[in-house]
């Protein structure tokens, strides 16, 4: 969950590593450091964010041209300067930044201890590199050797880079678990968690894979295995412009990601749809259709709102398909031993594509013989690596924290694999069909013209700010966005919020209900609508405030609610990627009146790449 930039070549490395750092925040802000090597190793960190080691860091000696930074995400350690990366070595020869987690860090300490050793942090990391650094004193052998025997005896995830006094010029990369993207530069390379912290520098990468080791020097990239065998690097030509990772006149990026989304749903949509002639072009899909249409079950995995995505599409699929569906938290399926089948299909959904939960969780279902499909965002990501086949969603960059551009890519994606699944089965009739083709490629003209009445939702924002408590309610396709609503609140308010079935309310939440809480429903038409009306009479009749999102044309729910807002009229099995938007407006604008970093909220990071 960490962000690591390095760099070795002719450039001053400080600025390079800070500029880095900065576009890597979101993976991590609560205490930063980098370690330049000029000569010897100098090494400066501090608790919170980029701009504060900035701030420490004046005038300071930062002249080098090989460097490494790291912004943190605390795991072991409280937050603080002491627990900060870079960690140097007992001799001070070494400095290593680490992303991810060293589960026997506890015996290898112990071990290290005995032996005379004393530690300045309570990081797994320092532990890490002083058992690398004792290996290469104690077996006569090289930093590179060192660095492959210790890997080969710890267990857990881990990205580092080490830099060495010794061999000034030269960064030692190896990663398992976590995301490695080496840029190659002329006569300079370039090392970080994602490609944003290069993508200025060159827009030519190569993907570094577990168990694999990078000797990076200004002028040559040397990968190899664990085994010490070279492996030939693959370049890849990144097709992402700098101003995806910027601000673009925008206040926060999660406000940008939001209104991007008429363009990202597009783009998601772009040679793949064409409603006119009736078809979907998936490559993914149709290398994949026998699996599909044979298939006796599809098992969802994913975290957090990519799991609200993969609830929705178990209703679309069920629907359209007639494909039993189950979702599952990947954290909890990698654990329960659970039944999987030849033949049956994991969709695994990740934004990054490295959340360390899925990633594993779909490995163990693929030695058990399961086809995995993966939709992520990121492209040349794990789990897009490890996948038999899989969609990305072309969202772009996604820097806030909060996902918002990135789930409705995946709702655009599922639904379209739904869709295009069931005409190859016969499952849905012609006109349905393609009366669904067209439904989904008005979904972007009817997102930009929910964005145009922002305004009324920042009043009703504005209006509920105080709030303590709020419950999110939905039936059906509406149901998973109640819970990505109240998710949203969470994240990005600090407010306590549940999501539940809107039937669900009369067993136990409705005991919450008061005369200032706000109870938001989702309430879009469809097959329900009359159901949820009685709902929302069953809260005002306990004076409950009552937020609604409704079709327009809606002559009912007006006159019951507190507060509503119009999203365009759609298909049920299309309204989750219009009712969604003014729900993240909500909470983005609860969060701003609230005074929360809402790009950066606490305790939070974007790519979950520790369990």
């Given at each position: 969950m960490c962000g690591i930039v390095g760099y070795t070549g002719p450039r001053e490395a400080y600025p390079v590593v800070i500029k880095g750092l900065k576009r890597l925040e979101y993976r991590g802000y609560d205490s930063t450091?980098?370690?330049?090597?000029?000569?010897?190793?100098k090494v400066y960190k501090k608790k919170g964010r980029v701009a504060e080691l900035e701030e420490y860091a004046v005038g300071k000696e930062?002249?080098?041209?090989?460097?490494?930074?790291?912004?943190?995400?605390?795991?072991?350690?409280?937050?603080?300067?002491?627990?900060?990366?870079?960690?140097?070595?007992?001799?001070?020869?070494?400095?290593?930044?680490?992303n991810g987690i060293i589960e026997n860090y506890v015996q290898l300490k112990k071990d290290l201890v005995n032996k005379g050793y004393h530690f300045t942090s309570d990081t797994d990391t320092e532990v890490l590199l002083n058992f690398i650094e004792d290996i290469k004193e104690n077996n006569n052998c090289g930093l590179e050797e060192a660095i492959r025997i210790a890997l080969k005896r710890v267990t857990g995830a881990y990205c580092i880079l080490l830099i060495n006094e010794d061999d000034p010029g030269t960064i030692i990369a190896a990663r398992k678990g976590s995301p490695l993207v080496i840029g190659v530069g002329k006569g300079e390379h370039f090392l970080g968690s994602d490609a944003s912290p290069m993508l200025e520098y060159t827009k030519e990468v190569v993907y570094v894979n577990d168990y694999e080791l990078a000797i990076v020097k200004p002028d040559e990239l040397i990968l190899k295995n664990l085994g010490n065998e070279k492996i030939t690097p693959f370049i890849t030509k990144l097709d992402m412009d700098l101003a995806a990772i910027?601000?673009?006149?925008?206040?926060?990026?999660?406000?940008?990601?939001?209104?991007?989304?008429?363009?990202?749903?597009?783009?998601?949509?772009?040679?793949?749809?064409?409603?006119?002639?009736?078809?979907?072009?998936?490559?993914?899909?149709?290398?994949?259709?026998?699996?599909?249409?044979?298939?006796?079950?599809?098992?969802?995995?994913?975290?957090?709102?990519?799991?609200?995505?993969?609830?929705?599409?178990?209703?679309?699929?069920?629907?359209?398909?007639?494909?039993?569906?189950?979702?599952?938290?990947?954290?909890?399926?990698?654990?329960?031993?659970?039944?999987?089948?030849?033949g049956d299909i994991i969709i695994a959904i990740s934004q990054s594509g490295e959340t360390a939960d899925t990633l594993v969780a779909i490995e163990k279902a693929k030695e058990q013989g399961a086809v995995i499909f993966g939709i992520v965002n990121a492209v040349g990501s794990s789990i897009a690596r490890l996948s038999n086949g899989g969609a990305y969603t072309h969202a772009g960059p996604e820097i806030g924290v909060a996902s918002t551009k990135a789930f409705t890519g995946q709702l655009a994606v599922l639904t379209m694999?739904?869709?295009?699944?069931?005409?190859?089965?016969?499952?849905?009739?012609?006109?349905?069909?393609?009366?669904?083709?067209?439904?989904?490629?008005?979904?972007?003209?009817?997102?930009?013209?929910?964005?145009?009445g922002a305004n009324a939702i920042k009043a009703i924002a504005e209006k509920y700010k105080g709030a303590a408590d709020a419950l999110f309610l939905g039936r059906g396709y509406n149901f998973p966005i109640a819970l990505e609503g109240a998710l949203k609140l969470k994240e990005i308010s600090y407010i306590h919020a549940e999501g539940y079935p809107a039937a669900e309310m009369k067993h136990g939440p409705i005991a919450l209900v008061t005369e200032i809480l706000p109870v938001v429903f989702v309430a879009t038409k469809d097959s329900y609508h009359e159901k949820i009306v009685s709902n929302i009479q069953e809260i005002k009749a306990r004076k409950g405030k009552v937020i609604a999102i409704i079709s327009e044309g809606d002559d009912v729910i007006p006159s019951l609610a507190d507060d509503v807002f119009f999203?365009?009229?759609?298909?049920?099995?299309?309204?989750?990627?219009?009712?969604?938007?003014?729900?993240?407006?909500?909470?983005?604008?609860?969060g701003i009146a609230k005074g929360v970093d809402v790009d950066k909220p606490r305790n939070l990071a974007k790519s979950v790449t520790v369990e």
């Amino acid at each position: 969950m960490c962000g690591i930039v390095g760099y070795t070549g002719p450039r001053e490395a400080y600025p390079v590593v800070i500029k880095g750092l900065k576009r890597l925040e979101y993976r991590g802000y609560d205490s930063t450091g980098v370690a330049l090597l000029n000569g010897t190793v100098k090494v400066y960190k501090k608790k919170g964010r980029v701009a504060e080691l900035e701030e420490y860091a004046v005038g300071k000696e930062l002249h080098a041209h090989t460097g490494i930074g790291h912004t943190r995400w605390a795991t072991h350690g409280e937050p603080s300067d002491r627990n900060a990366h870079p960690h140097t070595s007992r001799s001070g020869k070494l400095a290593m930044i680490h992303n991810g987690i060293i589960e026997n860090y506890v015996q290898l300490k112990k071990d290290l201890v005995n032996k005379g050793y004393h530690f300045t942090s309570d990081t797994d990391t320092e532990v890490l590199l002083n058992f690398i650094e004792d290996i290469k004193e104690n077996n006569n052998c090289g930093l590179e050797e060192a660095i492959r025997i210790a890997l080969k005896r710890v267990t857990g995830a881990y990205c580092i880079l080490l830099i060495n006094e010794d061999d000034p010029g030269t960064i030692i990369a190896a990663r398992k678990g976590s995301p490695l993207v080496i840029g190659v530069g002329k006569g300079e390379h370039f090392l970080g968690s994602d490609a944003s912290p290069m993508l200025e520098y060159t827009k030519e990468v190569v993907y570094v894979n577990d168990y694999e080791l990078a000797i990076v020097k200004p002028d040559e990239l040397i990968l190899k295995n664990l085994g010490n065998e070279k492996i030939t690097p693959f370049i890849t030509k990144l097709d992402m412009d700098l101003a995806a990772i910027e601000m673009g006149g925008y206040d926060h990026f999660m406000l940008k990601e939001i209104f991007e989304q008429p363009s990202t749903i597009h783009d998601c949509l772009r040679g793949r749809l064409d409603a006119t002639a009736g078809t979907i072009t998936m490559s993914g899909v149709q290398n994949n259709i026998e699996a599909f249409k044979t298939a006796q079950r599809i098992i969802i995995v994913a975290c957090g709102t990519s799991w609200h995505a993969g609830l929705v599409a178990e209703y679309v699929i069920e629907e359209l398909c007639r494909i039993p569906v189950e979702v599952e938290y990947a954290s909890e399926f990698r654990y329960r031993n659970p039944v999987i089948n030849k033949g049956d299909i994991i969709i695994a959904i990740s934004q990054s594509g490295e959340t360390a939960d899925t990633l594993v969780a779909i490995e163990k279902a693929k030695e058990q013989g399961a086809v995995i499909f993966g939709i992520v965002n990121a492209v040349g990501s794990s789990i897009a690596r490890l996948s038999n086949g899989g969609a990305y969603t072309h969202a772009g960059p996604e820097i806030g924290v909060a996902s918002t551009k990135a789930f409705t890519g995946q709702l655009a994606v599922l639904t379209m694999m739904a869709l295009k699944i069931a005409k190859e089965k016969g499952t849905i009739t012609d006109e349905r069909y393609s009366k669904l083709l067209f439904e989904l490629d008005s979904i972007p003209e009817k997102v930009e013209a929910i964005l145009k009445g922002a305004n009324a939702i920042k009043a009703i924002a504005e209006k509920y700010k105080g709030a303590a408590d709020a419950l999110f309610l939905g039936r059906g396709y509406n149901f998973p966005i109640a819970l990505e609503g109240a998710l949203k609140l969470k994240e990005i308010s600090y407010i306590h919020a549940e999501g539940y079935p809107a039937a669900e309310m009369k067993h136990g939440p409705i005991a919450l209900v008061t005369e200032i809480l706000p109870v938001v429903f989702v309430a879009t038409k469809d097959s329900y609508h009359e159901k949820i009306v009685s709902n929302i009479q069953e809260i005002k009749a306990r004076k409950g405030k009552v937020i609604a999102i409704i079709s327009e044309g809606d002559d009912v729910i007006p006159s019951l609610a507190d507060d509503v807002f119009f999203v365009p009229p759609a298909d049920e099995i299309m309204a989750p990627l219009l009712s969604c938007i003014p729900l993240q407006l909500l909470s983005y604008y609860v969060g701003i009146a609230k005074g929360v970093d809402v790009d950066k909220p606490r305790n939070l990071a974007k790519s979950v790449t520790v369990e």
